[in-house]
């Protein structure tokens, strides 16, 4: 059965709890804080489901390293960026939903970044997930990328996988790899300019024709009723 | 079930560096074949471009990006229920599979739990998904080594299956029928003992192939020993599926880490081979066939009955949070990393494919291969193109 | 053939001419529809061509005029002439080739003395056939396909000679007709009833004759020239249209001839026992009874073709080399002492 959980907020629950109900997930993180120290910035843990470490650009290759080699987290599942800034393009729906919701092309869109699990401090993030096979644990690792220097130290060494992972997050969101045996386009042309997941570049579709939601259905020919589409 | 011995191992890589002597004596020029990316062995518009010395590859590099569709951009305009219509398109042979992993990490967000009876059948359908999906790979992989009749028998054998989906969903490749909080709707009448009859011709499907394919004695010389993946190398790339399986790895996510789905409820085997090669990748593939078979039978005699839809409201606002599901698809395991900001459409959603894992090993796998093994190699690892590029 | 030789030459050769090309078109056509279009759609669960005709059977016309009137299409940096000769000379090998098989005891092209040492020489010239087509493609695909074609082509005639060796030694003769009469005439144990066909004591012979006309037609499991999963059509891939049809023709008409080779050095030809060798009726007969064997061995030909998969390269040329030649050269010494000891 799938896991809820639970109502009381993981912040909220006295550290002895959280032990009694996670040994597993807390010694991974109390390991881990050891072994990075201040390198290891915020974490998130979720009882019997996830857990979430944010950590510094200096200590990411040495996060990779003691996770594959000391912690015996030897899958490397993914690996990709955030964006966290929001877009200024708003959500180009012109659907009678938002519009109600309060949500139209012209209500102020706000421009703070608001940061997800584990916190972060700067517009872009970097975040990869490993896995432990054996012990059927696994963690996301998040980075703070700064805006003016958008490079991170590869993972590739450590391991193999983090190739194309990589360089999709290259292209993708322009932030560079140390370390990286061939950064290039993975699914762009090569002279592609821009780097479409950010969230200034827009979805050309839309700001093209914007959605229209809600529609009201033509009659069918000789047809009675006349139904309301339906967008959900 | 026998590993291929030491001796063959040693004969084919000692064949192989021969060949690459031979060709760095005679100082031979290498020849760049482009594989694609309108060939029949690629499914789909998958482009390798080959760096040859006769007829070994000096190097191997998958270019990809021609199907890319952008569904990560697209997600962040989309609602829930929109977003499920997309991502029935990511891996379109295992149809109703693409939905689940990206239901259930909304689900988790919303701390909504599907009733029972639509778990359950979603499990159904989960299962049928990879029984169709895997059918075309048994009758596709003969394929590629040239037998052309098995993958007319792979295609007569899953319009059962896919029948089947159609009368629950709508739709045989595209069911778009999860919704967050249950299913669309509820099963047919009738749809019980047909699924149990349609089960019964997969399986016996399934012997037909290992007659045909597996006993070949060209088949077996075409595939033993061919692309052989250790299992560490095979974890650091994130291979997933029976891939990882097939290098001995005991790891299937519906066993240690059921989020949704009602696995741990059934009585199943998690099959892997200790050789790592095409053949080992077929053979588990095979057996997960016939297993998947056997438990949808269980879950069908099973079956509780109730609602298939939670209370949930008609406008979906997911609260704000990360969340992360990964399932055992048919390719692998697909995850989908799900950012929410309490709004009614995702903020981001990562997708993790399996095929993307799968293949990004190529380039390491293919170094020093014969031509013909490309094929074989790419058929037995598996892929498909939506799920690559997404 | 059967009016006396006192007709005029023109009256001949137009005979020969015609009948030449009966014997290959009408057969390659007979065995395109009963095999590729009927037998293999039936093993895969299906019907086939069922529209053009009854039951499909005018498909084979509608396909020649759908190639006919196609555009002509020579690939920009191909050598025009030997792209374009290429199909000839597939074709004309087979031609050459078919004029050695006897239909009957007077229905025969040529009657020598060297008959089937002729047609094994003939059939070799198709291996530069397909490799003009592999390199004139000028095509990296055509080229690794010819390469393919010409290493297995070539190394496969060895066993495909060896084996005929023995039927050789038995039948103390080349000439095709003199076979055919040896089998006819020959017995088995003193049972006369069936004359000796040489499938019985050259067995061996007769596997590894198939098995190498497998390859010499390239058809799977033998068909890495081809390999349409890897090489879309290997040699064949820059051609469409008439030159197309052309190698297709020379296909299944070269796997009917083979066949027919085959049919009189193991099955006795036109021979059907029960029936004189020397009567007249067996000129008529003679043929219909060569085809019919050759429809049996060709859809040996074509149900493995359609059910296994390929070998690659080397393992292919390891098959031929370390297996067919040694098994083929014993078979040839046992084949000589038991001749000489009986």
Not at chain 3, 135 to 157: D, P
Request: hydrophobic letters at 45%; charged letters at 20%.
């Amino acid at each position: 059965m799938s896991r809820l959980s639970s109502t009381d907020t993981p912040e909220e629950t006295t550290d002895a709890a959280e032990a009694a109900l996670d040994g597993p997930r807390n010694e991974l993180l109390a390991r881990l804080a050891s072994q990075l120290g201040d390198g290891l910035v915020e974490s998130h843990l979720v009882p019997g489901d996830d857990l979430w470490i944010r950590v510094t650009r200096e200590s990411w290759a040495e996060a990779a390293g003691y996770l594959n080699t000391g912690l015996g987290f030897q899958y490397f599942n993914f690996l990709s960026a955030i964006d966290w800034m929001p877009s200024p393009f708003g959500r180009d729906m012109d659907s009678q939903v938002d519009i109600t919701l309060g949500h139209d092309e012209s209500s102020e869109i706000d421009a703070s970044l608001e940061h997800g699990v584990a916190g972060g401090e700067t517009r872009f993030q970097v975040f990869a997930r490993v896995n432990d096979i054996v012990n059927g644990l696994g963690v996301t690792v998040k980075v703070d990328i700064p805006d003016d220097d958008l490079s991170l130290v590869s993972w590739t060494s450590v391991y193999a996988g983090a190739n194309w992972h990589e360089r999709e997050c290259w292209e993708m969101y322009g932030i560079s790899f140390d370390g990286h045996p061939g950064l290039r386009n993975i699914y762009l042309p090569s002279g592609f300019e821009g780097n479409p997941l950010r969230k200034d570049y827009p979805l050309l579709a839309r700001r093209l024709k914007p959605w229209p939601g809600i529609v009201d259905v033509e009659q069918m020919p000789g047809g009675d009723e006349e139904e309301s589409g339906d967008d959900s | 079930m026998t590993a291929i011995s030491d001796r063959d191992q040693l004969s084919y890589i000692a064949a192989q560096a021969a060949d690459a002597r031979v060709n760095v004596e005679l100082e031979t020029e290498g020849m760049t074949l482009n594989i694609g990316p309108q060939h029949p062995a690629t499914h789909g518009t998958l482009r390798i471009v080959a760096k040859l010395d006769g007829e070994q590859v000096i190097a191997a590099d998958p270019v990809m990006g021609y199907m890319h569709r952008g569904y990560e951009k697209l997600t962040e305009v989309r609602t829930y229920p929109q977003v499920t219509t997309l991502i029935n398109r990511i891996d379109w042979v295992g149809s109703f599979a693409n939905e689940v992993p990206f239901i259930l990490a909304a689900e988790k967000l919303m701390e909504v739990e599907a009733p029972p009876r639509a778990q359950w059948i979603r499990t159904i359908l989960f299962e049928m998904s990879r029984i169709a999906n895997i059918s075309l790979f048994l009758g596709d992989m003969g394929l590629q080594v040239g037998a052309v009749t098995p993958a007319f028998f792979a295609f007569r054998d899953r319009e059962h299956v896919l029948n089947q989906i159609e009368a629950v969903t709508g739709g045989r490749f595209h069911p778009n029928f999860d919704r967050i909080g249950g299913l669309k709707d509820d099963l047919p009448a009738g749809w019980i003992t047909e699924t149990k009859r349609a089960m019964k011709k997969i399986r016996s499907f399934c012997d037909e192939i290992e007659g045909l394919l597996q006993g070949n004695e060209i088949f077996e010389a075409r595939t033993r020993g061919i692309g052989v993946i250790p299992a560490d190398i095979g974890l650091g790339y994130g291979l997933s599926g029976a891939n990882i399986r097939a290098s001995g790895v005991d790891w299937d996510t519906r066993r240690d880490n059921p989020c949704g789905l009602v696995h741990d409820e059934l009585d199943w085997k998690v099959w892997t081979h200790v050789d790592g090669d095409s053949f080992a990748r077929f053979w588990v593939r095979l057996q997960e066939v016939r297993e998947s078979t056997k438990m949808v039978d269980q879950l069908l005699d099973g079956l509780p009955g109730g609602p298939v839809m939670a209370k949930v409201p008609r406008i979906i606002k997911v609260p704000a949070g990360e969340a992360y599901v990964e399932t055992e698809n048919p390719l692998g395991v697909m995850g989908y990393y799900i950012v929410s900001k309490g709004d009614l459409v995702p903020y981001r959603v990562k997708i993790r494919s399996a095929s993307f894992n799968n293949i990004s090993i190529t380039p390491w796998l293919l170094k020093g291969v014969y031509v013909p093994d490309i094929v074989t190699i790419l058929g037995s690892l598996y892929f498909i193109l939506g799920d690559i590029d997404r | 053939m059967i009016a006396a030789i006192t007709d005029p030459w023109w009256f001949q050769t137009t005979l020969r001419v015609v009948g030449g090309l009966a014997a290959v078109l009408l057969v390659a056509g007979t065995l395109v529809y009963l095999h590729l279009f009927k037998m293999v759609s039936f093993m895969q669960s299906r019907l086939g061509p069922m529209e053009a005709g009854p039951f499909g059977s005018l498909q084979l016309l509608a396909e020649v005029g759908k190639f006919i009137q196609k555009e002509d299409i020579f690939p920009r940096k191909a050598d025009r002439f030997v792209f374009a000769a290429a199909p000839f000379v597939v074709l004309m090998s087979t031609f050459l080739l078919v004029v050695v098989v006897p239909g009957g005891p007077d229905a025969w092209f040529v009657d020598s003395e060297i008959g089937i040492y002729l047609g094994m020489a003939v059939s070799s010239v198709s291996v530069i056939g397909i490799l003009m087509a592999g390199w004139g493609s000028a095509s990296k695909y055509s080229l690794l396909g010819g390469l393919r074609a010409t290493g297995q082509l070539i190394a496969y005639e060895l066993p495909l000679i060896l084996a005929v060796l023995g039927v050789v030694i038995q039948a103390e003769t080349m000439n095709m007709q003199g076979i055919v009469l040896a089998q006819a005439e020959g017995e088995i144990f003193g049972w006369g009833a069936i004359g000796n066909p040489y499938i019985l004591t050259q067995g061996v012979a007769f596997l590894i004759f198939l098995i190498a006309m497998q390859a010499e037609l390239t058809q799977t499991p033998f068909d890495m020239p081809i390999a349409e999963s890897e090489l879309v059509t290997g040699y064949m891939t820059e051609y469409s249209g008439m030159r197309f049809l052309l190698f297709f023709i020379g296909e299944f008409a070269t796997a009917g001839v083979f066949s027919a080779i085959a049919a009189v050095l193991f099955l006795g030809g036109w021979y059907i026992p029960g029936i004189d060798p020397a009567n007249n009726i067996m000129n008529v007969l003679g043929p219909i009874v060569l085809i019919t064997k050759v429809v049996v061995l060709t859809f040996i030909v074509f149900w493995v073709r359609f059910t296994f998969p390929r070998f690659r390269e080397d393992q292919l040329q390891k098959l031929a080399w370390k297996v067919l030649i040694p098994i083929a050269l014993a078979n040839i010494v046992v084949t000589g002492v038991l001749k000489v000891a009986f």
